[in-house]
């Protein structure tokens, strides 16, 4: 080893690291003899630049892909970006308008045109930017949805499942978005409750001067009203059964109709009904067969039909109308309401129900066999509290609305003549074909031939759901060539993590596809990652101003700073409160790290100076390896179980604790010494496992240290080492060590408490036969706090203090070197902690419920408590009596 920096400087050394993997192709797959282990990305948005939510998620997909890649398994992560139709469609536009230029002047080609212009130069920054949280993915494979063949593997399914008769046309009530004006699906809306009102407004009865009253939140519709509904059972309005009501405004005259869908305790227990406006209304239209006016446009105005107020916009008719209804006597009065109004995802806009002709996928017998898998843990979600949420998304499944009124996407592949009929095709010539051979059945039964001389295509685009929903398959053109290599090799994937909240968006459709396409699951596991929040437990958002740039963190902490600072406190499918010290404490790791390799350094560089130590410390480096080895089969453990911060914590503390706090105090030479050339290398070997074992979580530092801990060949980097086996664990000498530790520990939280000076030495005894079997690490001991002698007697001494160390007393000659009188109150304020703590064990523990609810290994702990507090209150007790 040479000189190296005083301070580790990942600004300088992290791009090197990276750019060096990426020359040797490290993270570059190709199918062999090997085990793969395959991930696939969630495809961000094409529009996206990194934020928290990103770096959780991709941290821990590249923990888990630089751990396979040690493991000798062929990692592939294939990484990609989704098209993302609604939000790149509205930059475009945004983009358009600085220009002058509105979407309306343009024609589809046109605005194709700038969108791609607008992808080319925009499009993938996210991507660029995962390279610099160390994001191993294997770049030569990177895929884009509206790429051509993943494009046409959209079209090609579309067709087939119309050709299966699951995809159909028809019209149906839809969630409208009137800013994005486009369609969106019931999971892209988001449910907020708001301060509204209930307006209670009256209804003349036909041939009568009697008013019935209803309530209602959204008075506007009431110009599309075309019934009234009661409870048939409700006795207030049984005297209106089969008689008629004189809507508001309009005088439109409509029947009363009875259905048990009323609630009669709700506002007047007699609901308007408006078929074009509300889903359930709109039932009730199909069920009684009612007219259906649609009162709005596209955009959210108010149409021709609407007879009042046209063109104006919703939220100011539902003003203008109930000041309307005020004058003409009809508003009876104003009640303030929660209301749950559903706004679009992407635009915030509040969504309006709006019959539309759209395009429909049948769900309810697609989605049989990704419900029967994931319950019966055939693919697993992590955590499992998800099954029951999924289970009753899977079970009340509702047929997938998969087209939007859009231009930026897969355009939907069906073709209309002008009489209105259609066909699905690719293409127009084959849309042609498919015309002929309808013509020639309609002639061979004697009927009329549609005219296909001029045929449209559908101006509507797909769901972008319906192209990533195929993303695990696409990505290996698993439907380009359905036995090409990588998809039989790769496909089913290992491991996908992603957000709870898309576990029914993406996660249950990409399972559907992959029964429907591969007859297989296309993962074996599902790991849900937590929503990244401030400490006040608030979701980060730009607009709350909460959420810092991970860029500039980055910088500011090193990227190994910020995966640890992520992952220390993101327990799977738990949201994370993450506080930038967290960053700050990963930072603080990385110089813990960093000294301890300049420590070793050091004794390298002066290891022919000075008198060489012959102190025996084999035992210390049986201990450390047989630590490490126990660790890993814990690391193991923890990996398979996805309980990926508890596998950092381990790591953490193996490190920071065990190696930096006690092995290299233990090994370091005494003054004046040299370390002998055996310990040197074994520390260095112990040193180069646990980089292995730190390399999944700290990329760079961990390959920085590795290439300079020894001289190495070209092609020896620590990313495509071996993960640590684990040997045979000497568990008694691990215990024997924890002994030995809590010894020391014991006799310095005496000396501190005492307020022994440390230059102040003292001798330590213990009673033959009663020492605590680590009699071998009493030298150790003597060193490290700094006591003249342990040694062994026949019964307690006089003047000395009581040590418990797991049930071993030792005996610290340290009355004559303190103040008796403060020492006497320390043990007493001592002892009515160490009671009062007990006390609180004891209620614990003759609690009937938490005995019969708790886990035994719980209720062990809570027992070991108890015994640890009784022998440290005898302790005291002794002390105090000795005093």
Not at 253 to 271: H, K, W
Not at 576 to 598: H, M, P, T, V, Y
Request: charged share 30%; hydrophobic share 35%.
């Amino acid at each position: 080893m040479t000189d190296i920096p005083k301070t580790y400087d990942p600004s300088t050394t992290e791009d090197i690291w990276y750019q060096k993997w990426l020359e040797n192709k490290y993270f570059h797959s190709i199918p062999d003899d090997r085990e793969p282990y395959t991930i696939v990305i969630p495809p961000p948005n094409v529009t996206g630049v990194l934020h928290m939510g990103h770096m959780l998620n991709n941290t821990i997909q590249d923990v888990l892909i630089r751990r396979a890649r040690m493991m000798g398994k062929n990692a592939c992560w294939v990484p990609g970006t989704d098209h993302a139709s609604i939000a790149t469609e509205a930059k475009v536009v945004a983009m358009l308008r600085e220009k002058g230029i509105s979407k309306s002047d343009l024609t589809r080609d046109e605005f194709l045109k700038y969108a791609w212009e607008w992808n080319n130069k925009y499009g993938g920054i996210i991507l660029e930017q995962l390279k610099k949280l160390g994001a191993s993915c294997d770049w030569d494979r990177t895929r884009f949805t509206m790429e051509p063949d993943l494009y046409d593997a959209v079209i090609d399914v579309f067709i087939d499942l119309h050709k299966k008769g699951q995809i159909y046309r028809g019209l149906r009530m839809v969630n409208w978005d009137p800013a994005g004006m486009t369609a969106v699906s019931d999971e892209e809306v988001i449910h907020k409750e708001i301060d509204s009102s209930l307006y209670f407004v009256k209804y003349q009865i036909k041939g009568s001067q009697d008013f019935v009253t209803i309530a209602t939140t959204r008075p506007e519709t009431i110009l599309g009203d075309t019934a009234v509904c009661v409870n048939p059972e409700d006795e207030r309005y049984k005297h209106l059964h089969g008689k008629n009501v004189i809507v508001p405004m309009v005088n439109r005259a409509v029947p009363v109709i009875t259905d048990e869908y009323v609630t009669m305790d709700f506002g007047t227990g007699a609901l308007k009904v408006t078929p074009a406006h509300d889903v359930n209304d709109y039932n009730l239209g199909v069920k009684h067969k009612l007219e259906t006016i649609d009162i709005l446009t596209p955009e959210g105005k108010m149409s021709d039909a609407a007879e009042f107020y046209i063109g104006m916009d919703r939220f100011d008719t539902r003003k203008a109308i109930v000041k309307d209804l005020d004058k003409a006597g009809l508003l009876l009065k104003t009640e303030p309401y929660k209301s749950s109004v559903g706004f679009s995802e992407r635009t915030n806009a509040v969504i309006e129900p709006r019959l539309s002709q759209q395009w429909f996928l049948k769900m309810k017998e697609l989605s049989k066999p990704a419900l029967d898998n994931v319950m019966n843990d055939n693919v697993q979600l992590v955590p499992d509290k998800f099954k029951n949420t999924y289970r009753h998304w899977m079970e009340n499944v509702h047929d997938w609305c998969i087209s939007r009124q859009l231009w930026w996407g897969h355009r939907i592949p069906a073709w209309y003549a002008k009489s209105g009929e259609y066909v699905v095709a690719k293409t127009e010539s084959e849309a042609k074909q498919e015309f002929i051979k309808i013509n020639n059945e309609s002639a061979a039964a004697g009927k009329k031939e549609i005219d296909h001389s001029t045929i449209m295509q559908d101006e509507d685009v797909m769901d972008t759901w319906f192209s990533s929903w195929l993303w695990p398959i696409s990505v290996f053109d698993g439907f380009k060539d359905p036995e090409n290599e990588d998809i039989k090799y790769y496909y089913p994937t290992n491991d996908l993590v992603t957000a709870p909240e898309i576990l029914f968006f993406w996660v249950a459709r990409m399972i559907i596809a992959g029964y429907e396409y591969r007859s297989e699951k296309p993962f074996s596991n599902v790991y849900l990652t937590g929503i990244v929040r401030d400490k006040q437990g608030r979701k980060m958002s730009k607009s709350l101003g909460n959420s810092p740039e991970p860029l500039e963190l980055i910088a500011k902490y090193g990227a190994d700073g910020v995966r640890v600072g992520m992952l220390l406190s993101s327990p799977a499918g738990n949201d994370l409160l993450f506080d930038e010290g967290l960053c700050e404490q990963g930072r603080n790791f990385s110089n813990k790290i960093w000294n301890a390799f300049r420590l070793i350094n050091t004794w390298e560089q002066q290891s022919d100076t000075g008198q060489p130590d012959s102190r025996d410390l084999s035992s210390v480096i049986k201990w450390m390896n047989n630590k490490i080895d126990h660790d890993i089969l814990v690391l193991d453990d923890f990996y398979g179980k996805y309980r990926i911060s508890d596998a950092l914590m381990t790591t953490y503390k193996l490190v920071w604790d065990d190696f930096c706090a006690w092995y290299l105090e233990l090994v370091k030479p005494p003054v004046g010494h040299s370390i002998s050339p055996n310990v040197l290398s074994e520390t260095k070997n112990i040193f180069a496992r646990l980089l292995k074992i730190l390399h999944p979580f700290m990329p760079f530092i961990s390959e920085d240290i590795w290439q300079r801990l020894e001289s190495r060949d070209a092609n020896n980097f620590l990313i495509v080492s071996s993960w640590p086996s684990a040997g045979d664990v000497n568990e008694e000498l691990l215990n024997e060590f924890e002994m030995f530790r809590s010894l020391v520990t014991e006799i310095r939280n005496l000396r501190n408490g005492a307020g022994i000076p440390l230059k102040q030495n003292f001798k330590v005894s213990y009673k033959s036969g009663q020492g605590i079997n680590a009699e071998k690490f009493h030298e150790m001991a003597e060193k490290l706090c700094n006591v003249e002698k342990i040694d062994e007697v026949d019964q307690k001494p006089e003047n000395t203090v009581s040590i418990i160390v797991a049930k071993h007393e030792y005996f610290a000659h340290t009355l004559s070197l303190i103040d008796k009188g403060e020492e006497k109150k320390k043990i007493e304020v001592e002892l009515d902690r160490t009671r009062g703590f007990l006390n609180s064990v004891m209620k614990k523990l003759s609690n009937e419920k938490f005995i019969s609810n708790a886990k035994p290994e719980i209720i062990a702990l809570e027992q070991k408590k108890k015994q640890d507090a009784e022998d440290r209150i005898k302790m005291l007790e002794k002390n105090l009596q000795e005093i």
